[in-house]
């Protein structure tokens, strides 16, 4: 980010900071271009680390489970809406997390979201089966028009409502979607300016959509960046497919293998006591067994 007119260290805008790629996440040590980078299809550390929702969406609020991260100022969100190469920096982010949860963003300009092509069903089968999900799906929600993507939030939730109410997928996340979701769009209500503490002055747009309708020339360069982003990460996809397969047909030949291996033993536990029992039924005396000592 450029034009930095005040000492913005002094001033603890660390959410500002990270944005700028000028400081890195804490207590992950992570420049936020890094986690763009390294974090990408990476579900395993995307579900396990609990640290890193709270510095790639700030809110209001508190921090939430990461205390280390610092609750998200209004003059320093103004800044990040006011900062294309911020703006374009959180747009990743929000596309890196509809990519967890197996969407993919269609339009840049009305934030209108679909079911990502390919690996749709196994991330919703993950949403599924981890609810501290709806919860980052709650701060994403809310963090949106913070940073001036108010817009967006309106097309996630039809996406959600379509699957939830209408497809009957996604069931775990109904009352979720319900009872909080939808509420984050509620902004004239008491409840919602006491939860999130964003008034209407909060929630302009981000310089983002000012460089679309000009198609300038920052504009232009972001396109082609992404272009060979979204090659790097299509190659990144492909590779973890391979990988995740691979590993798929050695569990399946480990599991035949045991599975044969019992068979194998079960059949000569069966033929061993198969041919006692008919030496017995020949005539073959049974060992004799010790006369047992009476107690009395």
């Known amino acids: 980010c450029t034009n930095i007119n005040i000492n913005l260290k002094d001033k603890n805008y660390f959410n500002y900071l990270f944005y700028a790629g000028i400081k890195p996440s804490e207590p992950n040590e992570v420049y936020i271009d890094e986690f763009h980078k390294d974090w990408w299809y990476n579900y395993d550390r995307l579900e396990d680390e609990h640290g890193f929702i709270q510095w790639l969406f700030p809110v209001f609020e508190s921090s939430g489970m990461n205390w280390e991260a610092r609750r998200l100022g209004k003059e320093e969100a103004k800044l990040i809406r006011e900062d294309f190469n911020c703006a374009v920096r959180f747009l990743r982010s929000y596309k890196m997390m509809l990519n967890f949860y197996g969407l993919v963003l ?116 972001y396109l082609q960046q992404e272009q060979s982003r979204e090659q790097f990460q299509k190659e990144i996809r492909e590779k973890t497919e391979a990988q995740q397969l691979k590993q798929s047909i050695a569990d399946a030949r480990k599991q035949q293998t045991t599975t044969t291996r019992t068979t194998t033993t079960t059949t000569k536990s069966n033929s061993t006591t198969g041919s006692s029992q008919n030496k017995a039924k020949k005539g073959e005396k049974p060992p004799k067994q010790k006369e047992k000592k009476k107690w009395f």
Do not use: M
Not at 118 to 137: A, C, D, F, K, S
Not at 141 to 163: A, D, M, N, V
Not at 188 to 207: C, F, G, N, P, Q
């Open 106 to 221: 269609i339009d840049e300009e009305n934030g209108k979201v679909d079911r990502h092509p390919t690996i749709w069903q196994p991330r919703y089968r993950n949403l599924e089966r981890y609810g501290h999900n709806n919860l980052r799906i709650n701060r994403i929600l809310t963090c949106l028009s913070h940073l001036g993507f108010k817009r967006y939030k309106i097309p996630l939730l039809e996406h959600f409502h379509t699957e939830i109410i209408e497809n009957e997928l996604l069931l775990s996340c109904k009352n979720s979607y319900l009872r909080f979701w939808r509420e984050t769009v509620k902004y004239d209500t008491d409840e919602y300016l006491k939860k999130t503490k964003e008034k209407a002055s909060d929630r302009e747009d981000s310089v983002f959509f000012t460089h679309i309708n000009n198609k300038t020339v920052e504009y232009l360069d």
